[in-house]
């Protein structure tokens, strides 16, 4: 134990020395700033950078957090020019050319202008019958069928008639579209040329103006014949044909009864049609005939 307290007095004086030596460090420093105005500087200089940063922020968008994929552009198509007509179209008939035909006087006065054409017509060549003017039939024969046409009064009137052949053309139909020019004169503005209707067939023109057919009730036979006497075929169809349509109809004679009268309604097929325009050009123009849908044929007063 004395021995160890021996050694106090020198290890006293070393810490002496070592104090004073802090103390003539810390006099030579220099003073520190005082804490109060360094924390007003760093307050000062936050508030400019945040007061800049919201600045910039304001004045510059906002960018997407991912642009998308910038998409190629492709050349605008050069407008190719519309053809006049298809190469591989299938040609087209050229249609008669229109007569010229004056406004229809009806009942008016007949003056030679009106009297008087430049067509000469030959027997047979029905074609060369159009333009052609006369005050009586159109052919010189005694077997003839003729009827008016009105567009006011389907029934009948004057001002467009039809006249129906069936002996001037071996196994046809020749039918005459005449339109009255003054009040004893027509003058042909069409003509239609079709073979006769065969078993189980008939020609119609509508509505309830002329039936012609061969036979078309056969097998089945009429309850009362003279009852059937006066009385011709009618049609209607789920589209209604228009007045002044020529169709050719077929039954099927495997659905007739054996026995028909005025009230039997029997179902056909229309094979073909045309419409007579009536108030443009009194010329026939063909008709689908699958544009009438269903259709059935009965009788009606002739």
């Not at 997407?64 to 050349?75: E, I, N, Q, V």
């Not at 139909?173 to 042909?188: A, S, T």
């Not at 075929?233 to 099927?252: G, H, M």
Request: aromatic share 8%; proline share 13%; hydrophobic share 40%.
């Amino acid at each position: 134990m004395r021995r160890i307290f021996a050694h106090w007095p020198r290890r006293l004086a070393w810490l002496g020395v070592s104090v004073g030596v802090l103390l003539a460090l810390s006099a030579c420093r220099p003073a520190a700033p005082p804490t109060s105005d360094l924390a007003q500087d760093l307050l000062a200089t936050q508030v400019s950078l945040a007061l800049t940063q919201t600045a910039v922020v304001a004045a510059a968008p906002a960018l997407p957090s991912a642009l998308p994929s910038p998409t190629p552009l492709l050349p605008t198509p050069t407008a190719l020019p519309i053809p006049t007509a298809s190469p591989t179209a299938a040609p087209t008939a050229v249609p008669t050319a229109v007569p010229t035909l004056p406004p229809p006087p009806y009942d008016g006065p007949c003056t030679p202008e009106l009297t008087t054409s430049d067509v000469t017509p030959t027997w047979g060549d029905w074609d060369s019958y159009r333009g052609y003017r006369t005050d009586g039939l159109v052919l010189p024969v005694t077997r003839y069928r003729t009827f008016a046409l009105d567009l006011d009064n389907l029934w009948g009137g004057r001002g467009f008639g039809i006249e129906v052949y069936d002996q001037v053309e071996p196994g046809h139909l020749v039918f005459f579209v005449l339109r009255q020019v003054c009040h004893d004169y027509g003058e042909v503005t069409d003509v239609l040329v079709m073979p006769k209707p065969g078993r189980n067939q008939s020609i119609l023109l509508t509505p309830r103006r002329y039936e012609y057919s061969n036979e078309f009730f056969e097998p089945s036979v009429a309850e009362n014949p003279m009852g059937m006497l006066g009385l011709v075929l009618d049609i209607e169809c789920s589209t209604p044909p228009a007045p002044f349509t020529l169709l050719q109809v077929q039954v099927d004679p495997a659905i007739l009864p054996p026995t028909f009268d005025e009230e039997i309604r029997v179902p056909v097929q229309v094979t073909q049609g045309w419409w007579l325009d009536v108030a443009a050009t009194q010329r026939f123009q063909p008709v689908d005939p699958h544009i009438y849908g269903a259709c059935e044929v009965y009788l009606g007063l002739g």
